[in-house]
């Protein structure tokens, strides 16, 4: 039986906070995203934190699509990311 993937894949909507619109309408778009896991349904303590990582995302109508554990550790936050760490 093998272990926990080193990657997971992702795939999410992102919106205008202000306006509802979704982001990357009519031409795609780079966004810089911050991803964080979190050892609590509430991810409200830094000591919750068990994984973090950003990463450059094209995002289209909204839509876009991620392989976690690709990304760049977070600074302030690298112990908790890549390379130190596998999401696994």
């Known amino acids: ?8 894949d992702y795939q999410g ?7 509802s619109t979704a982001l990357g309408t009519g031409t795609p778009e780079n966004y810089t995203m911050l991803f964080k ?3 609590s349904a509430t991810g409200t303590q830094v000591s919750d934190l068990v ?3 950003t990463q ?3 995002v289209s109508e909204g839509l876009f699509s991620v392989r976690l554990g690709a990304g ?5 936050f690298e112990a908790k990311g890549p390379p130190e760490i596998s999401i696994a």
């Open 1 to 8: 039986m093998a272990g926990a993937p080193a990657f997971v």
């Open 13 to 19: 909507t992102v919106f205008d906070g202000t306006s």
């Open 37 to 39: 896991i979190y050892n």
């Open 51 to 53: 994984y973090a990582e």
């Open 56 to 58: 450059t995302v094209t």
């Open 72 to 76: 760049a550790p977070i600074t302030g």
